[in-house]
């Protein structure tokens, strides 16, 4: 049974770009959140999303995007990225209805 | 808004010596309580958590205790290993109330020393 799987594992990108990453839940979750993780920090929730929908939304700018596919799996988006989005990207799902999130390895996203 | 803080933000014990990290929330309406352990480079892992309507749990090495009053939660490994040293993250959350966000305190960096 495969667990939270992410990629890219790492990426780098200048300021201004446009970038994606991607996310598979663990097998039987629907619900996917991303998060953001600065060096010396706890993860930022960004959003979250259910049946192919955006249920929830952190304190993120409109920069940020996402959507979830038919099969559960999910995309984080970034446009006109700035240095200060240098983190490492994390997803978790769940199963709707139950509280516990497991977490994928992240991607490492770096802006120069 | 919500927040979480957490202390200490380091700790180096000996090995089996025990280790506590206490966290204390601002919602009132949060009700469950995950701990996370993340390894250099790893991602974090649930090693335990905690709903509201529990006082305690325990697993092995590993307990939380909640004081929904007070609003804080604590962490206790117990004969603690080499292999416990990681960066431990509280979390709280409003689960069913539509905001299931997890947020996060900002880690506890816990050093073993052999």
């Known amino acids: 049974d495969a667990g939270v799987t992410q990629s890219p594992t790492h990426l780098i990108k200048t300021r201004g770009q446009q970038v994606t990453l991607r996310c598979s839940p663990k097998?039987?979750?629907?619900?996917v959140s991303w998060y953001q993780q600065a060096l010396g920090q706890g993860p930022q929730f960004i959003f979250q999303?259910?049946?192919?929908?955006?249920?929830q939304r952190g304190n993120f700018p409109d920069r940020f995007s996402g959507h979830q596919f038919p099969n559960y799996s999910s995309e984080l988006n970034v446009n006109a990225l700035l240095l200060g989005d240098s983190a490492l990207y994390l997803c978790?799902?769940?199963?709707?209805?139950?509280?516990?999130?497991?977490f994928g390895p992240g991607t490492r996203l770096l802006v120069l | 808004g919500e927040n979480v803080e957490q202390h200490p933000s380091t700790l180096s014990v000996q090995e089996g010596d025990s280790a506590v990290i206490k966290c204390t929330y601002s919602?009132?309406?949060?009700?469950?309580f995950p701990w996370y352990k993340q390894e250099l480079g790893k991602r974090p892992q649930l090693i335990i958590d905690?709903?509201?309507?529990?006082g305690e749990k325990k697993d092995q090495r590993i307990a939380v205790t909640l004081n929904k009053t007070a609003k804080h939660f604590s962490l206790h490994i117990t004969e603690t290993q080499p292999e416990d040293s990681a960066v431990y993250f509280c979390?709280?959350?409003?689960f069913g109330g539509g905001s299931e966000k997890l947020v996060f305190g900002k880690g506890t960096k816990l050093t073993v020393n052999p």
């Open positions: 978790a799902s769940r199963s709707q209805g139950w509280e516990t999130q497991y």
């Open positions: 097998s039987g979750h629907d619900t």
């Open positions: 999303y259910y049946e192919e929908e955006e249920r």
């Open positions: 919602d009132s309406a949060s009700n469950y």
């Open positions: 905690i709903r509201s309507n529990v």
């Open positions: 979390a709280a959350s409003r």
